[in-house]
């Protein structure tokens, strides 16, 4: 691996309880759904690249497949 990442990429993320009520109204919940559909996508782009190099994680794959991040605009980190 040749970079360090910053402390704040490691920090806990906390998801509510699925029962939890809504935090917001009507546009807070459109857009909750958006980024949601956005972070779906993105995590099987990401399953399909790591499978495409033979799903076993070595430097090598980290590196084609941060390349093809980089140079693919619609790939979102």
């Not at 009507?26 to 993105?42: A, G, K, P, S």
């Not at 994680?57 to 140079?71: C, G, P, Q, S």
């Amino acid at each position: 691996m040749n970079a360090i990442a910053p402390r704040h990429d490691f920090t806990a993320i906390v998801m509510p309880p699925r029962d939890a009520s809504p935090r917001g109204g009507f546009l807070r919940c459109i857009v909750d759904t958006v980024m949601r559909t956005r972070q779906r996508r993105e995590e099987r782009e990401l399953a399909r690249r790591f499978n495409q190099y033979g799903g076993r994680l070595t430097d090598d794959i980290e590196r084609r497949i941060f390349e093809d991040m980089t140079r693919n605009c619609n790939f979102r980190v």
